[in-house]
């Protein structure tokens, strides 16, 4: 007993300290624009001469992109090239006008002498590029246009002592000066790029040479190229999230996440005693390695990345559940406690590992095509299953063995592990093979017919156009905005909802441009004291969001089928992505009859289910080949038998995972963020969904299949 207080005292010092630091790394994190509040927008970058863009052209813009955010002085931005967009998100950033401003001008390029005079501006020059010297060592090669002024120039600069031309970016002759910036020239705290010494006049295109790294040639070309006109901005999406409004987002899921853990850490302790409260303790060092490298890579946290953490922590309980359930198992059989946790850990480590390199599988392929929200949740995704295989797997096992060899628990097995029967009765499920399919029908029907009759309650993400929350001092009614906004010819108002007596939200088809949002801001800030929230998005965003997000999807399930078929079979790959689809469709059918929104985020909740579900599906799968281990040939009874078996066996375990997903997606739908609110339900549908086609659809639609295989006359 003294050392099992020992172990225990010691379990809880650790689980205090990495407690205490992640809480830390909590608060170091950087935190998207759905919970700081700040500032998106999406750019198309087009040349000015309707030319094919190219790389140089995108980096010119993006090293543009970045030293205009450098002025608006935002500490941790996020700036990514997709395609031929650029995406900038500016969490923490409060003036939207001015950062639109800022972002839409183009560099300004200049060539003054030593004491800041104007020599030349960047129509004198073509382009630049990496090159280099005679010595072979990297150098800029710039390309004249103007070559009579550029020879005008540097003439007069080499008859001078101090014959050195600076090049500039941005000027400002109010705060800039080459004799107080000299020492900082080309570093990226001076707005002054380079210094070149000139020794004579140049009529023709010329290779400026240094002590440059090719880094550093490379970067002065793109900053140099960043002055030239051409290419153009073309904005295709931006939103706005008030900072109060993000904050007490995550400050709401923040509280409800905590809810949802103490729930899960209630009912494992009730299923599995003191084993499901050590379980439930190490998830502290599962949400301590998660955030930990989530910190470490500089990763950005949005509310999809949470629902991937939601999803880990849901998979993570599941490895102990399976590890648990199988330990139960080896008792049923009379081994002894030692043996059976031994035994229990190897058999339950096949299982484990299939379900997260599945999962882990169709993120990294998430990751690969998916682009912004998509492309966050995998990388969460893809930490969680990481930490899960090494913290739920191997380090549980390792706390779980020191407190077995302490020999306190030999005899009191169901302290250790809950109540467990000496045998379980095989059930028979196979019986319900045509009633199965009877609720996935209906909704299935119903859905189908709303969605032909009204089609999907789509957001402004899949339709196009503006959303617009407005938040006002005082209080302020649906009616009184919709005739303002009729006054000021915003006449395509799809919808207007009053969230609460001073805030209104209002969906219209019209897509604004910058001088609208501009007016709107004003106006509404002018006339009730109020704060705007606008989101617009253009057709082009609409189709590829669309695109991409059925692209990752199709490549996740090529990717799951072949993985699934090379370690099983094709007809256990075929049924489990049948079953996915099923889970898909469910939830859209649910959001067809209800008509709740369908915006960019209930991607993230099919992305989570389709981890989920597949996970989950492996799972029974992987039971049902246990059983059919050897057995070449069954007869109609065996076959049923062994299907019955297998499922009897790993009911309890599947409904038990779910109900610990279940719980904190509960917690985040009553205590969370309203914001989220859709995301929730569909996560809550997908699951039920999911632990239905995993335990009910999956396993009947195998045995239709592989019953004409396995069974003989």
């Known amino acids: 007993m ?3 207080i020992k172990l225990f005292i010691i379990l809880l010092i650790s689980i205090g300290v990495v407690g205490l630091i992640s809480i830390f790394l909590l608060k170091d994190l950087n935190f998207g624009l759905d919970l700081k509040g700040g500032f998106e927008i999406l750019y198309k970058v087009k040349k000015t001469d309707n030319k094919k863009l190219e790389s ?23 700036i990514t090239i997709e395609g031929n967009n650029i995406r900038v998100k500016l969490a923490g950033i409060t003036n939207s006008d001015k950062a639109r401003d800022a972002l839409s001008m183009v560099a300004d390029i200049s060539f003054r002498d030593t004491n800041d005079n104007l020599l030349m501006s960047s129509n004198v020059i073509r382009s630049a590029k990496l090159s280099t010297d005679n010595a072979g060592k990297p150098a800029i090669a710039l390309s004249i246009k103007d070559k009579d002024k550029f020879l005008e120039v540097t003439t007069d600069i080499s008859k001078k002592s101090d014959n050195v031309i600076v090049i500039w ?9 080459y004799s107080n910036e000299k020492s900082i020239c080309g570093s990226s705290e001076s707005n002054c790029l380079s210094a070149a010494n000139v020794s004579q006049g ?19 070309a793109t900053a140099i190229n960043s002055g030239f006109t051409n290419t153009k901005l073309e904005e295709i ?15 709401k899921t923040l509280y409800a996440g905590i809810i949802g853990l103490v729930g899960v850490i209630i009912f494992m302790t009730i299923i599995y005693r003191f084993s499901g409260f050590i379980s439930s303790l190490t998830l502290a060092f599962y949400m301590f390695f998660v955030l930990g490298i989530f910190w470490l890579i500089g990763g950005v946290l949005t509310l999809p990345g949470i629902a991937a953490i939601v999803l880990g922590i849901g998979m993570a309980v599941d490895s102990c559940c399976i590890t648990l359930e199988r330990v139960k198992e080896e008792l049923r059989k009379g081994k002894t406690l030692g043996n059976a946790v031994k035994e229990g850990n190897k058999m339950s480590f096949a299982s484990i590992l299939d379900a997260n390199v599945t999962t882990l599988l169709a993120a990294i392929i998430l990751f690969i095509f998916g682009e912004s929200t998509v492309k966050g949740f995998a990388t969460v995704l893809i930490i969680t299953i990481i930490v899960t295989m090494v913290i739920m797997v191997y380090l549980l096992r390792f706390i779980l063995n020191k407190f077995i060899n302490s020999d306190y628990f030999n005899s009191r097995e169901k302290l250790l592990l809950g109540k467990y029967k000496k045998s379980t009765k095989e059930k028979n499920f196979i019986k319900f093979t045509k009633h199965c399919f009877i609720f996935t029908s209906i909704i299935t029907v119903i859905g189908l017919f709303m969605l032909f009759k009204s089609g999907l309650n789509l957001g402004i993400d899949f339709k196009s156009g503006t959303d617009i929350t407005i938040i006002a001092k005082n209080n302020i009614t649906e009616n009184i905005i919709r005739n303002d906004l009729d006054s000021l010819g915003y006449k395509k108002i799809v919808s207007s909802e009053l969230k609460n007596s001073k805030t209104v939200y209002i969906k219209m088809n019209e897509v604004l441009n910058k001088s609208d949002v501009k007016n709107l801001n004003t106006y509404f800030n002018t006339k009730y004291e109020a704060k705007t929230e606008i989101g617009i998005v ?31 079979k094709f007809s256990y790959a075929i049924v489990s992505i049948l079953a996915l689809l099923h889970d898909l469709l469910i939830i859209v059918f649910v959001f067809a009859i209800t008509r709740l929104e369908v ?15 597949i996970n989950n599906t492996i799972i029974v799968f992987d039971r049902v080949r246990e059983g059919l281990k050897g057995k070449l040939k069954l007869n109609k009874d065996e076959f049923t038998s062994l299907v019955n078996q297998s499922l009897t066996r790993i009911f309890k375990r599947a409904l038990y995972t779910t109900i610990t997903t279940i719980i904190p997606v509960i917690s985040l739908i009553i205590f969370g963020s309203i914001s989220v609110f859709t995301f929730n339900i569909a996560l809550l549908v997908g699951l039920v969904a999911g632990t239905f086609s995993s335990l009910v659809l999956a396993p009947q639609l195998w045995y239709i299949i592989e019953k004409k295989k396995k069974v003989t006359k």
Do not use: H
């Open 56 to 78: 140089t052209d995108l980096e010119s813009t993006y090293n543009t992109l970045v030293s205009r955010i450098d002025k608006l002085g935002v500490s941790e931005p996020e």
């Open 169 to 177: 970016r941005d000027f400002k002759e109010d705060s800039n000066s």
């Open 237 to 251: 999406s931006s939103q706005t999230v008030n900072a109060s409004f993000g904050v007490n987002t995550l400050n």
């Open 538 to 568: 253009s057709n082009l965003v609409k189709r590829q969001l669309i695109k991409n997000a059925l692209e990752a999807l199709i490549f996740a399930a090529i990717g799951m089928t072949i993985y699934i078929t090379l370690r099983y």
């Open 599 to 613: 915006s960019s985020i209930f991607i993230a909740a099919l992305l989570t289910i389709i981890g989920y579900s």
């Open 202 to 220: 140049f009529s023709s295109d010329v290779i400026i040479t240094g002590n440059f790294t090719t880094e550093e040639a490379k970067s002065l």
């Open 2 to 4: 003294k050392k099992v």
